[in-house]
């Protein structure tokens, strides 16, 4: 289950360099590739001829070439030609908003009439030359909201991530959740601790000191549908923590896009941005390699819950104070995919749409 | 669905060279294996003492011997013995209708009773010195419906075998499709134009010239349940053709055996058959592998349009003149599954029987 | 199918060593560890918190502590303490019975007022310094029943295993089967044989000659749920056999303990147990090999003959001579678990438990 009136990243620009992209979206193949106005195209995976994979053929001089026999589609997924046939009448497929931006390409698996580029999110780090981002994609085997509890409640640094960002004060600093319109903010601020491995090295990297107490700081922001933008940083002890001056502190947001590929599993698109020695590609190669491996141990973990619970599945779970977060997002996520299924909501696409 | 009496390709001699081999054809596994007088012999996969596979036992002067107790079964699929049992009473396991001919076995599926050596394809090629063989077997995961129709439809050579026998001129050439009795033929002619890499490599191993234009042909013959014989070639141009004298075209046979394994997926025995430089060991095996390398592009492509397919059940594929082969093909196989279900079907079964 | 209310082997105490090991027994998946005390313990592999897999957490100072969040859980299923938490109601999970006895951790997956240690097999040659014992485990996918099938008919041994143990003289042999309480015993004397390879060796490592005729034993013992204990052995010939002195044979007892994981896969505990040599470990590891080869054998067998029978479900198998230990065992299996399905059992739990 996961709201359709949405935008969900879909892939990276490398992603259809040059040849086109299969990725099942909320439970829809789509092909992905970009046009020959350079915008990026999203249509059904589906070739109307014979049901061939679009995905699987050429892009001609921007045009998609189904691979099976040369069908020729169009971006609004009307066929434009196939040799030695007319094509008017061939059954037209579904074409899928689709936006590229934030080095992201964008695509709304919903009501077509719905997609709106004003309601993607505003990422201030992106596209920003005072910010460096580096990143990657990983396929979970698991319900995507299960990896959405997991951003929001980062006292599992402590257990699943002890060897880099965990520590034990993680646990004992209390957890603050607030809802604030659509958006759920989790935070937690532990004064005076000492870093963690991960942030020792930014904080050498910074050119600070790695051996003192630091103010060290988590905010997780969730917007619908499943994005989550976590503020992270220490600064040196005393200096106005999450406030203090940047020469005083390293920050930065970890980047969390999450698509629902189908109910039990999700495409991750993790990163991080940072505002700290921007030009240094080897430090953004060093930090998405450790940030790799972090995410790739909270991967084990999510597959084995989600088997737990794919064999359990009429168990209650308990909802404690830290898993505010995850349960609040999950609300805001029931209510849109209500939202969705009521009927009058027709009424107004189609006033939207007229 | 696919016809039951009718005679598929279960294997080829070398695969039951000392060993009995398990494979499954139309849905029911099958042991096949070479018995005492030289014959193939084909029993239904199932030891009647405790279910084993009897594949998994061994051939022993020509029985077929459990490799789990011993047991000795007879070629009609009665057990001849059992060590310290009397086996007069134990259930005798299913016997197919097996033939080996043209360098293949051949397996009827269906009411022993209707299956007929005289419905046999009649292959010119085999077992005949003027001729060269040389194939291999593929097993891929899609209705075998989708490989006829594939092969009954060059079109695709353009798009999926662009760097071997694709040219742009199989598009252009219009395409002619007739139905002979149960036998569909598609045939293209494109006279004047200049051989793709396969055939340009074939006419200098024949000796002709390579850069200049030819008279190229494709001629699919379709007979049930699942065959598809190309008659394939170039001649030099306006030497006849199709039609031309030996020493000024090259020419040869794609053979395409289509064996169902189950709903969706196939055993796919491809090869090709040539009148040209027979004695060539080495032009066979280069044959070979160029087929084998055209023949996996195929592969690929059936396979993600069978998982299209699987997805969208009841969507409407269109039927184009070009795809006027397999339409008349699926026709054809449509019919013989019908029949094979009419009740009336059965007293024309008992009087063969009695 | 499987009597719940049983003891069965669950993993041996190397596979806890410093870490939770989970594994599904009975079709319920257990974390397995070692606690503060040195005891095992086995609780249900999900976390009450968010449905987390214990198994990939730590065990710390003797306390499962939960890979994800850090709840500490107790070897009585009730949560200790979770960071920042009162835990006083959280629901407990589920602790299973369990005992580490003869070099294996034993598990009860049914009712745990019925568990009794009484009720473990007495082995004589486990924690015994005039025995040495050798062993592994295979995951194979096939009902623990056909393995029972497997061990209780040896005459599979000329078939399955020509290389190693088998031998003609055993088809030949009568076999006996007899039900001693809930016991069942097959045995088989072969007088006057050649010794097989692998006994030939055993022999040879003995200082016996090799090259001479020997008595050989089979005695094969069923108990319940699914253990198979097997005395081998073979003794000069004319020197009374299995009840020759020691010097004038070389004897064994097969261990093989069958763990159901689902209905159609099984946990296989194999091994080997003898009295001379005893402390000769590289004996011990050439005796494991060979039997790890011979039992890889039954595996390939067992699982082809398990996707016949899943196959072809409603087929009636046989039931020979050969097949009464098998069926005696089944007997037994079923009969408890009928047992365990009547409701009037339950009183007695209750009384037990009172």
Known sequence: MFPQNAWYV????????????????????????????????ALEDFCPHRGAALSLGRVCQGKLVCGYHGLVMGCDGKTESMPGQRVGAFPAIRAYPVIERHGFVWVWPGEPARADAALLPALSWADNPQWA???????????YRLMIDNLMDLTHETYVHADSIGQKEIDEAPVSTRAVGEEVVTSRFMDGVMAPPFWQANLRAHGLPADQPVDRWQICRFSPPSHVMIEVGVAL?????????????????????????????????????????????????????????????DTAVLEAQQR??????????????????????????DRLIAQEQQPQAQPQVQLQAA
Not at 312 to 332: C, P, S, T
Request: positive net charge.
């Open 10 to 41: 879909a892939c990276t620009p490398d992603e259809i360099e040059g040849k086109p992209l299969g990725r099942t979206v909320c439970g829809q193949p789509i092909v992905f590739y970009r046009s020959a106005d350079g915008r990026v195209a």
């Open 133 to 143: 981002y580096g990143g990657g994609l990983y396929h979970v085997k698991c319900d």
């Open 237 to 297: 002890a005393g200096r106005g923590g999450h406030q203090a001056a940047p020469e005083h502190k390293v920050s930065s947001v970890v980047v969390d896009f999450i698509t629902p590929e189908t109910d039990t599993t999700m495409w991750y698109f993790w990163g991080m941005a940072r505002s700290f020695r921007v030009g240094d590609a080897a430090l953004t190669a060093q930090i998405r390699e450790g940030q790799g491996r972090v995410f790739s141990q």
């Open 308 to 333: 737990n619970l794919t064999l359990h599945r009429h168990r209650k779970l308990l909802k404690l104070n830290i898993d505010a977060g995850g349960v609040q997002a999950r609300r805001i996520i």
